[in-house]
């Protein structure tokens, strides 16, 4: 469609002119609003689906090397950057090992009335438990605070065939 096709272009271009100069001119508005309320959070899951953001649309490596269409020309990938956001311990590797090392020769008590046992006979869930706590308050004593915010930006990649 040209300009030229439109019958009355020149009416409605004045018509439109003519209402925006009289908004610059008095920008205090007397109308009621024709948009009372904009749903943003209805929008969200268009935006997933826009992006194709479901759980199984994101893929690593070996994925995109087994599917049949990856080649250039599909054009099926779509690589999408985004910040990780993780709280860790401040406590290097070193530091944790040397603190499983000592509590290996620790004897600590048993939890249930048994009395006292070694630490490297307790159950592995009880051995994370009493690492966890003997690194968060290293942790609190060396570094004073427990925990370390870290952000990075990833890149993943999203299947446009998903």
């Not at 925006?20 to 009621?32: S, W």
């Not at 009880?126 to 930006?153: C, F, H, I, M, S």
Request: some cysteine; proline content about 4%; hydrophobic content about 35%.
């Amino acid at each position: 469609a040209k300009i030229e096709d439109v019958a009355n272009f020149e009416k409605v271009r004045g018509e439109l002119v003519e209402a925006l100069a009289a908004l610059r001119d008095a920008p205090e508005r007397t109308e009621n609003p024709r948009i009372y309320h904009l749903d943003v959070s209805a929008m969200y899951p268009n935006i997933i689906l826009t992006n194709r953001l479901q759980p199984t649309a994101i893929v690593d490596r070996h994925d995109c090397a087994s599917c049949d269409y990856n080649r250039a020309a599909n054009k099926c990938k779509r690589a999408m950057d985004w910040t990780w956001r993780g709280e860790i311990n401040p406590a290097s590797a070193a530091e944790v090992n040397q603190l499983h090392r000592q509590l290996q020769y620790e004897t600590v008590d048993a939890g249930d009335g048994s009395g006292q046992v070694r630490y490297a006979a307790l159950p592995r869930d009880q051995q994370a438990k009493g690492l966890k706590e003997r690194l968060r308050d290293y942790a609190q004593k060396v570094y004073k605070k427990t925990k370390t915010v870290v952000q990075e930006e990833r890149t993943d990649v999203v299947c446009m065939r998903e």
